[in-house]
């Protein structure tokens, strides 16, 4: 399978694209500093490009089976750039006729199945008042997926944290006693991946907890 990869310069992204090479995909890792992804690889194309760059995302899309996206503020910003960039990737996709996409984002894009507890509510509240930019930033990004005609599925991890890839994991929603407070980078990585095989989470977005 080919995949394009965007936010793969991170630190889960990294891990996805390592995994996803093991595995025997083909990656695209879009980047705007492609430095950061370290020496050449084979299967490994990186396209460079900032991520207002529509043309240049547009050949990262192409001829891909499924798109992944790991993209986050890694700086305060101004307005919502993420969400702009997954307007484009969504864009790119119709017309390239790419269908699979998935995405990472944060309890903060709330879902109608979520029933937060008040530790949750406190959490997100103070995102919108202290985090105001990526508040908007990540709700504003879910919000376009959401809307897309894609087969879209929205990944959020309570806190992401460092840690082994165990294949454990805790899948379901804000409030309903089933996941914990914390998913490896690792296990991340390869939750996502593994929705690329299976139609169960599309069109959803589950909070994953390490198992």
Known sequence: MRIAVFGGTGKTGRLLIDEALKQGH?????????????????????????????????RAVAGADAIISLLGQGRPVTGTPIAIATRNILAAMRKAGVRRIVV???????????????????????????????????VATARAVRDSD????????????????????????????????????ANAADFMLR?????????????VSDG
Do not use: C
């Open 26 to 58: 083909s990656v695209t890792a879009y980047a705007r500093h492609p430095e950061r992804l370290g020496a050449p690889r084979e299967d490994l194309e990186v396209v460079a490009g900032e991520l207002t760059d529509f043309a240049a995302i547009g």
């Open 104 to 138: 990472i984002a944060t309890a903060s894009a709330a879902d109608s199945h979520d029933r937060p507890p008040l530790r949750s509510r406190l959490l997100v509240g103070f995102a919108r008042i202290f985090m105001r930019p990526a508040y908007d930033d990540v």
């Open 150 to 185: 894609r087969d879209w599925t929205i990944v959020r991890p309570p806190f992401l944290r460092d840690g082994p890839r165990t294949g454990r994991v805790k899948v379901g929603y804000l409030g309903d006693g089933v996941t914990g407070t914390y998913l490896s980078r």
């Open 195 to 207: 929705q690329l095989d299976t139609d169960t989470n599309v069109r959803q977005a589950p909070i």
